[in-house]
């Protein structure tokens, strides 16, 4: 493969963008190398600056579920630009949506929409904080809730690729009422609740994590951390940024039958623009302003262009009643696939798989937490993705992330795929 105009476009983006990228993960620090410049993409597959044609397994890190330019989210978007992108005031497609999203979710009676996964992470936090009247809140070590300060204590993804789990700019006072637990361990949760009792407004994990690659809740784990809130009176929020509309229309809560007290939505709820949720029942969200006195606003929050494009995306996943099993399916293709070949060319390794969420770690060990997905060696991570990479198939750059399947995807693009990790490491 040839990056040439790559390189050159990179070059030229680290004058004016800090590190060429306007999010670190894409500057393949953790792997090494050019990033790759995208041209345009359809389906399941990119197109590079270089002409290059690449199968897509990261999908804009997860909201082209349905593969990239879908139809139906491009004719939503085109129509809507043209009759103004945003009002700064309400509109009805606004109520679509998040009539919509309420009807498929479990447990929330109310939505509100903002620009990000970060910032419906930090928005939920603060609701938390103010529904209970309590500081504290216990998030778990590898998992990552976007860059609020609040997060930054040892963020999963982008932070540990760079192998510096705190954040310069983050301060002590900020940090003190942030709580470690490690994940799938309860124990660790418990020693924090009796450590700090009465303290601590809410519990925030990324129910199936994606940022530590993908890890499942071992069983009973999610059930435990309900049950610890409810005898302590602590909040239990589900981060399904990556997972919400992915997993399952109801996401984690109908896959796993575990309900949380607030949900945060992200990637897929936007259909490939930027939108941002959070919800829950209406005791806790009639304590948001204008209603209630935990404050939070945004000027393109619920805008009617990427809410057409988010409304057009869930009516899609909505009215198909095979598409979570469909994605499934090929994930487990896939996975059986490289598991084969890995195996025949002995390569130690470990996949973990949830729906249509799957990571690849060259490890013995079963990844169950960050520690154990910390363990996977890099320097064989490094010849798969560039293996992977030069056979056109785009897989995540760093062995932190998850790849995230589209129903776009081929029974042939998944054979070519298992093929090419076979070449990589024959
Ligand atoms: P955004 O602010 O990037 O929209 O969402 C933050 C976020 C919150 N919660 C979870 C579970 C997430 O995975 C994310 C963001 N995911 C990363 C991928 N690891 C986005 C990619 C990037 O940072 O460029």
Redesign the pocket.
């Known amino acids: 493969m040839i990056y040439k105009r790559s390189s050159a476009l990179f070059a030229a983006a680290e004058k004016v963008i800090p590190g060429g990228v306007n999010?670190?993960?894409?500057a393949f620090k953790a792997v090494g190398g050019t990033p790759i410049f995208v041209k345009e993409a359809k389906g399941a597959y990119l197109y590079d600056e270089d002409g290059n044609v690449l199968i897509d397994y990261i999908n804009s890190?997860?909201p082209m579920i349905l593969g990239h330019a879908y139809q139906p989210v491009v004719d939503a978007v085109v129509e809507k630009a043209q009759k103004g992108t945003s009002f700064g005031m309400p509109t009805e497609i606004e109520t679509q949506i998040a009539e919509l999203a309420v009807s498929m979710v479990p447990n929330i009676d109310k939505i509100r929409f903002v620009n990000?996964?970060?910032?419906?992470?930090m928005s939920a936090v603060r609701l938390a904080r103010g529904f209970t009247g309590k500081d504290k809140i216990i998030k778990f070590a590898g998992?990552?809730?976007?860059?609020s300060d609040s997060f930054l204590i040892q963020a999963?993804?982008?932070a540990v690729t760079f192998g510096s789990p705190n954040s310069p700019g983050v301060t002590a006072g900020t940090a003190k009422d942030t709580l470690l637990a490690n994940y799938n361990n309860l124990s660790s949760v418990e020693a924090l609740i009796a450590a700090n009792k009465n303290e601590i407004a809410c519990i925030i994990i990324?129910p199936v994590a994606?940022?530590m690659g993908c890890i499942p809740p071992v069983k009973g784990f999610l059930e435990g951390l309900r049950t610890l809130c409810d005898a302590n009176n602590i909040l239990l929020i589900f981060?399904?940024?990556?997972?919400g509309f992915r997993l399952a229309k109801g996401g984690v809560q109908e896959l796993y039958g575990v309900d949380a007290d607030i949900v945060?939505f992200?990637?897929v709820i936007g259909g490939g623009l930027?939108v941002?949720a959070f919800a829950a029942r209406n005791e806790i969200m009639n304590q948001l302003a204008p209603l209630g006195p935990v404050y939070q606003a945004g000027t393109l929050s619920g805008n009617p262009l990427a809410m057409a494009a988010g409304f057009a995306m869930l009516n899609e996943l909505n009215n198909d009643k095979d598409v979570f099993k469909r994605l499934a399916e090929k994930t487990e293709y896939l996975h059986k696939g490289l598991a084969r070949v890995l195996y025949n060319n002995n390569i130690t390794h470990t996949i973990n798989r949830v729906g249509s969420m799957i990571s690849v770690h060259f490890d013995k060990a079963n990844v169950i937490d960050f520690e154990t997905a910390a363990k996977g060696n890099n320097e064989t991570f490094k010849t798969f993705f560039h293996g992977m990479l030069n056979q056109g198939i785009y897989i995540a750059p760093s062995a932190f992330?998850?790849w995230f399947i589209t129903d776009a995807l081929t029974y042939n693009d998944l054979d070519k795929t298992i093929a090419a990790c076979d070449a990589v490491f024959r």
């Open positions: 999010s670190p993960v894409r890190w997860g990000s996964g970060t910032e419906a992470c998992c990552y809730h976007g860059h999963g993804s982008g990324e994606g940022n981060d399904e940024v990556m997972t945060c992200g990637k930027p941002g992330e998850t």
